[in-house]
């Protein structure tokens, strides 16, 4: 009896097995139909049946794929919270079955998120690297033009116009090998960008035409975007124009403070100052600074149109104010990154820094001064004056151009090498690569430095350079050894190897 009991239990547990497995499988099967429509451009279907699973019991392999198809269709920012997590599940997994499929695409989100949510620009590229290789290896041409497409974000983050436009072709000719009509949207929306920073105004129109044949596979913030970039390329040639392409950006996002800022210029062109002045919309503490200037840029054209001069000072100083926001904000991410500066450069650029901002304001008050006591009498010299504001803005925004360069100069990744060897650490395992890494950041920092032992010296190895380095900013001989892991003996050795290589001897 027992052991009847015993055999109907095991038949009974493999039947609920076996339906369970038959499930599972299912299950996966439906979640390849939604990879491979989406893929299609079937989004709609795509994600209806992806939705119909979000209640499912789901195996590990299923949770793996199921994560990575919810983000390509609903985007990283929806998951911000659980990001990481979910892609590291995934890559888990992945790397464990060896699908090189969608683990490359695993790499991708994982380097995008780095990029979004982390602003961690190394790991960033590592893994965009990491999944574009696997996407090459497998000849996947979606996965390619999804590569490039998040290499498009940051690199124009970082400035590199040349680079970006590069990548932008790329994109277009892998999405086109792949038919994705969502993604040769994407691509024309990047190459119209891109020749809009560039100024070739005709190519930039004639791919964000390009792209708004796509609109139905773009966001609705896409879509704007176009519209508005529209209006800006037009503005000066085609003011009707102009206007139609920002107010159906705003039709579509009515509460856009940038967008009405868009529209507040157009009047401004236009004459209509009253118009102008009420469209504009005030400074916000909830915009970013950059475009905060340009916000109070628009407010003071008004303003000069109307000739109201001592609110066309208290304008020119909230922007100066906003250039210093600017300057404290990328001056505490030097201080973040930790970097050590000697003692007598912070004197001189604080004192430069100084004179680019109290020189144009006191020219400023001057000229205010002077316009206000002879308005009535010398109306064209008053317009010449305002010509000269227009100057010192530009000024502002080329000194902000720098100011960003200098920064992005600072995410080098032979930072954290850096941070090392100047305060002293173990560095007698670094390899070679590691050495050249901390050269280059330091060439990029004290330039003159390095020209210095170049000049003195030939033939010199990594090592036989920081060393070099070490002695010219100070470092006492004991400190030397210890960081590089180098006998007194040894120490000597090198010293005398070196001073045979000296260029003047």
């Known amino acids: 009896m027992k052991n009847t009991l015993k055999t109907v239990l095991i038949i009974v547990f493999c039947c609920f097995a076996v339906a369970c497995s038959t499930q599972k499988t299912e299950i996966y099967k439906k979640l390849e139909i939604v990879d491979m429509m989406s893929r299609e451009d079937k989004y709609d279907t795509a994600i209806s049946i992806l939705d119909s699973l979000s209640s499912s019991q789901l195996t590990e392999c299923e949770s793996a794929l199921y994560n990575l198809l919810l983000i390509?269709?609903?985007?990283?920012?929806?998951?911000?919270?659980?990001?990481?997590?979910?892609?590291?599940?995934?890559?888990?997994?992945?790397?464990?079955?060896?699908?090189?499929?969608?683990?490359?695409?695993?790499?991708?989100?994982?380097?995008?998120?780095?990029?979004?949510?982390?602003?961690?620009?190394?790991?960033?590229?590592?893994?965009?690297?990491?999944?574009?290789?696997?996407?090459?290896?497998?000849?996947?041409?979606f996965l390619l033009s999804q590569a490039?497409?998040?290499?498009?974000?940051?690199y124009m983050w970082?400035?590199?116009?040349?680079?970006?436009?590069?990548?932008?072709?790329?994109?277009?000719?892998?999405?086109?090998?792949?038919q994705n009509q969502r993604q040769l949207a994407y691509a024309a929306l990047n190459k119209s960008t891109i020749q809009?920073?560039?100024?070739?105004?005709?190519?930039?129109?004639?791919?964000?035409?390009?792209?708004?044949?796509?609109r139905k596979f773009l966001r609705a913030n896409d879509i704007v975007f176009i519209y508005s970039g529209l209006g800006e390329l037009t503005i000066n040639s085609n003011i009707e124009a102009a206007k139609t392409y920002f107010e159906n950006a705003l039709k579509i996002d009515p509460d856009s403070k940038l967008l009405k800022k868009d529209l507040a210029l157009l009047k401004l062109k236009q004459g209509n100052i009253n118009e102008?002045?009420?469209?504009?919309?005030?400074?916000?503490?909830?915009?970013?600074?950059?475009?905060?200037?340009?916000?109070?840029?628009?407010?003071?054209?008004?303003?000069?149109?109307?000739n109201n001069l001592s609110e066309v000072i208290n304008l020119q100083n909230t922007i100066i104010s906003e250039k210093d926001s600017i300057i404290k904000r990328i001056q505490d991410n030097m201080s973040y990154c930790s970097l050590e500066t000697p003692e007598d450069e912070p004197k001189s650029d604080n004192q430069i820094l100084l004179l680019v901002i109290i020189i144009p304001f006191v020219i400023l008050l001057i000229i205010a001064i002077i316009?206000?006591?002879?308005?009535?009498?010398?109306?064209?010299?008053?317009?010449?004056q305002i010509k000269i504001l227009e100057y010192e803005l530009s000024t502002i925004n080329n000194e902000l151009a720098t100011e960003k360069e200098l920064n992005k100069k600072i995410k080098h990744p032979g930072k954290e090498l850096y941070d090392k060897i100047m305060e002293g650490k173990d560095c007698s395992q670094w390899?070679?690569?590691?050495?050249?890494?901390?050269?280059?950041?330091?060439?990029?920092?004290?330039?003159?430095?390095?020209?210095?032992?170049?000049?003195?010296?030939?033939?010199?190895?990594?090592?036989?350079?920081?060393?070099?380095?070490?002695?010219?900013?100070?470092?006492?001989?004991?400190?030397?050894?210890?960081?590089?892991?180098?006998?007194?003996?040894?120490?000597?050795?090198?010293?005398?190897?070196i001073k045979t290589k000296n260029a003047n001897t």
């Open 196 to 214: 809009k920073e560039m100024g070739d105004t005709a190519e930039a129109i004639m791919n964000f035409n390009e792209a708004l044949i796509h």
């Open 158 to 178: 970082i400035g590199d116009i040349k680079k970006v436009q590069k990548m932008a072709e790329m994109q277009c000719e892998y999405a086109n090998k792949a």
């Open 371 to 384: 316009i206000i006591l002879r308005l009535r009498k010398k109306q064209q010299k008053s317009k010449e």
């Open 276 to 306: 102008a002045v009420n469209i504009c919309p005030n400074y916000s503490e909830n915009v970013w600074s950059e475009d905060k200037i340009d916000l109070l840029k628009i407010q003071l054209g008004c303003k000069m149109a109307e």
């Open 431 to 497: 390899n070679k690569p590691e050495m050249v890494c901390f050269l280059e950041l330091y060439n990029v920092l004290y330039p003159e430095i390095v020209e210095k032992i170049d000049s003195e010296y030939e033939n010199l190895s990594a090592r036989d350079k920081i060393i070099l380095i070490l002695l010219e900013i100070g470092k006492p001989k004991e400190e030397i050894l210890k960081t590089l892991g180098l006998s007194d003996s040894c120490y000597q050795t090198t010293m005398s190897r």
């Open 148 to 154: 490039y497409w998040y290499k498009i974000h940051l």
């Open 72 to 141: 390509r269709l609903h985007g990283t920012h929806n998951y911000a919270d659980v990001f990481d997590s979910i892609i590291n599940i995934s890559e888990r997994y992945f790397k464990s079955t060896d699908d090189i499929k969608h683990l490359s695409e695993t790499y991708l989100l994982k380097g995008f998120g780095f990029f979004t949510f982390h602003d961690q620009i190394d790991s960033c590229i590592y893994f965009f690297d990491k999944g574009s290789n696997l996407a090459e290896s497998i000849q996947d041409n």
